[in-house]
């Protein structure tokens, strides 16, 4: 399960100068990362079932080590990787593993000034920068602060771990909590509260204008990872699916939020070969809940592996095919 797979025994070597409350969070969160391999559903649900043995095949996603297996100390991740080259028609596809987004490899921006109650200190790491859309992830510990200023992008992101709440700008209160996503559009203005350290992976889309109508207040969406079972799911039959344009009959998807240049969604297949069949026409982000599968990039050659945790940036134009390996399913944002 990603929400508890960080390997934070040495998150105290970058914190030692951050609040108690941040170091707190590192005692309480010290699972191996083999526990990545449990489904986000499982977790959420509270099933505490004992883990499959060792060297188990998983019929849901692949092969696995499995928690008893001997596992080497993973080097620490020093940059995401980068497959393929800025020429032929496709910049470069932008992937990171789970553990680069660990706690210990985050950059403190430090306590938050405008904070209201608690002790709320930032830190982040960035995957890729294309001028319009950026990814990374963010850790906070808790705390609450006013948001009146106007957001000057829309941001997306999915909860590996923690509680909060985000609140409009005429008081009305969404909470969330791990495996949910949440869409805070350009323009919103409100307040943050964290009732228990967040670490998220977040999109974010600097478009130009609010897309939102703005005769009302802006809201926030939260939407729950039980939502993202098969039969909330839309089958894509024959038809065109929104993330790739593909016409895969194995995929089946949900656009949950479509506003202006920014659509989110879930996205699942069944083991297939997914051409791509034209350059895609928007910037594609998703971090891959379920599953395995390969991200093939004809421009450049270049291939990469996608297992639980890992997250992607492809660019417009890009041209390739999708390989799912292993019944997949993956939180998307497209952006323009």
Not at 88 to 93: A, D, K, L, Q, V
Not at 279 to 289: C, I, S
Request: aromatic residues 12%; glycine residues 10%; charged residues 20%.
């Amino acid at each position: 399960m990603i929400v508890r797979s960080f390997a934070l025994s040495s998150v105290a070597l970058l914190l030692a100068g951050y609040s108690s409350a941040f170091q707190q969070h590192q005692v309480r969160t010290g699972a191996s990362s083999s526990r990545l391999a449990f489904s986000y559903l499982d977790d959420l649900s509270g099933d505490e079932s004992a883990p499959l043995a060792a060297n188990t095949e998983r019929s849901d996603w692949g092969y696995w080590p499995g928690p008893g297996a001997s596992v080497p100390a993973a080097p620490v991740p020093a940059a995401p990787k980068v497959v393929g080259s800025a020429g032929g028609g496709s910049e470069n596809i932008h992937h990171a593993p789970i553990e680069y987004f660990s706690i210990d490899q985050m950059v403190s921006k430090g306590p938050r000034a405008t904070k209201d109650w608690g002790t709320p200190q930032d830190a982040t790491r960035k995957l890729a920068d294309d001028g319009t859309l950026r990814a990374g992830s963010w850790f906070c510990s808790e705390g609450g602060w006013p948001s009146p200023n106007q957001k000057a992008h829309t941001e997306v992101f999915f909860v590996l771990e923690g509680h909060g709440m985000l609140g409009d700008s005429d008081g009305t209160k969404h909470y969330f909590g791990p495996g949910d996503t949440v869409i805070i559009p350009k323009g919103h203005t409100g307040r943050w509260d964290v009732y228990s350290p967040i670490h998220k992976i977040w999109a974010v889309n600097a478009h130009d204008y609010i897309e939102e109508d703005q005769s009302v207040p802006i809201r926030v969406r939260v939407d729950g990872y039980h939502t993202f079972a098969p039969h909330f799911l839309t089958p894509n039959g024959y038809g065109i699916d929104p993330l790739y344009a593909a016409s895969a009959p194995e995929i089946s998807y949900k656009t949950f939020y479509d506003v202006g240049p920014t659509s989110v969604g879930v996205w699942a297949s069944e083991r297939a070969f997914i051409p791509i069949p034209n350059p895609l026409e928007r910037k594609v982000f998703f971090h891959l809940l379920e599953g395995a599968l390969n991200v093939h990039d004809i421009s450049t050659g270049g291939s990469q592996r996608c297992l639980p945790g890992d997250t992607i940036m492809l660019p417009q134009g890009f041209k390739g095919y999708i390989d799912v390996l292993e019944p997949a399913k993956k939180m998307f944002t497209t952006a323009l």
